[in-house]
């Protein structure tokens, strides 16, 4: 039985693929994002999540924007074994409903809007955290996140001249080289030996690896004065003695960061956050103080950025006629 002749759109990996989301607007929209949540003027519950075993979890994440008419939720997995079977770490679906009725209007993966979202994140912070003219940027990570970010960082950093890399594989690093120099010629790539050798002198670092219960590669001493650091994957990069140096903890979302904490599963190092990125988008508290303070901003995701990134796919696949009408 249909719902009253309801249907929804679903969008595949290749659909939405096929829209060619620009990082620009997907920027434009994890701002808005960040600036409505400091305002107080989403449904943003703290994801839940279910440990999968082997540093392998799943979340569900659920966020209202009424400004955008955004309602929806992301159902997400991150399970690092995956790249050695061929299969992406992070991939899930999300579903956007109707705010007038509730009703599903559309089902799309969530593996390119999870990395456009993730990267542009990155670039946020980098906008409001980074110190005036920065020009050196690490990756440490370059797989599907770590390359988004590079992408987000050049819209967002007009200063942006050089790219250090960090990846345990080579072949993840030279891939990260070839196709990110081709689309962004400006910038003068360095492939790294070490994740230190990346990150000492970097104005800019982003980190992205795999949150499996390793050693963090970057402890105390490594982040230079001025310099930002912008951890996409909780704890698994910084030792707790890093965290602990930098002048000013920042997280995208204070609430979700202290229940993830208090889960027990990670950032049990964690050191007390002084801010909300969101709330220093929102221009409701300070960001950078000084040119010289070292900044630690840490990006759990939140699904605001999810269902307005969706919003976007979804607008663009109604106007392109792309994907595939299912009953409901
Ligand atoms: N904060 C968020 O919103 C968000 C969203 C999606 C994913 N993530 C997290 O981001 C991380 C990366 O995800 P991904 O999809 O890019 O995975 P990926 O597998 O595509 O990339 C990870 C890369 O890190 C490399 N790596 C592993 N250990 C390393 C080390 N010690 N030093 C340098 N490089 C190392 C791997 O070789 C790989 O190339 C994961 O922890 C994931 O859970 C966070």
């Known amino acids: 039985m249909t719902v009253g002749g309801a249907s929804l759109l679903y969008l595949s990996r290749d659909d939405v ?14 701002e808005e994002s ?34 955008a008419g955004a309602l929806g939720v992301k159902w997400v997995g991150s399970f690092p074994g995956n790249p050695a079977r061929g299969l992406p770490a992070v991939s899930g679906l999300i579903v956007l409903s109707d705010p ?20 542009a994140s990155a670039g946020v912070a980098a906008r409001w955290l980074a110190r005036e003219g920065a ?12 390359r988004a970010s590079l992408r987000a960082l050049a819209e967002a950093l007009p200063g942006l001249r050089e790219v250090r890399c960090r990846d ?39 980190t992205a690896i795999p949150m499996d219960g390793g050693r963090p590669p970057l402890d105390a001493g490594l982040l230079v004065a001025g310099a930002l650091a912008v951890a996409l994957d909780y704890d698994a ?18 609430s979700q960061t202290q229940a993830t904490k208090a889960a027990g599963a990670h950032l049990a190092g964690l050191p007390v956050i002084d801010a909300d990125l969101g709330r220093v988008v929102a221009g409701l508290e300070p960001g950078r103080r000084d040119a010289a303070q070292r900044i630690l901003c840490l990006n759990l995701g939140i699904a ?25």
Not at 17 to 30: E, I, K, N, R, T
Not at 57 to 67: G, L, N, R, Y
């Open 34 to 67: 960040f600036r409505l949540k400091g305002r107080g003027e989403v449904g943003l519950p703290a994801k839940i999540g279910v440990e999968a075993g082997g540093g392998a979890f799943a979340h569900a994440m659920p966020a209202f924007v009424p400004a």
């Open 135 to 146: 020009a050196v940027a690490a990756v440490v990570g370059c797989g599907v996140q770590g």
């Open 168 to 206: 345990v594989h080579e072949s993840a690093s030279s891939s990260f080289v070839s196709e990110l120099s081709a689309e962004l010629p400006g910038l003068e790539f360095r492939v790294c030996d070490s994740a230190p050798e990346a990150v000492v002198g970097a104005d800019v670092v982003v």
């Open 100 to 119: 007038a009725t509730g009703l599903p209007t559309a089902v799309m993966d969530a593996t390119l809007v999870t990395a456009l979202r993730t990267g």
């Open 237 to 254: 990069a910084w030792t707790a003695a890093a965290m602990a140096e930098c002048d000013r903890l920042v997280t995208d979302d204070l």
């Open 17 to 30: 693929a096929g829209l060619g989301l620009p990082m620009s607007d997907v920027l434009a929209a994890v």
């Open 304 to 328: 605001t950025h999810d269902v307005l990134t969706a919003r976007l796919a979804y607008e663009r696949a109604l106007a392109a006629g792309a994907g595939t009408r299912l009953p409901l």
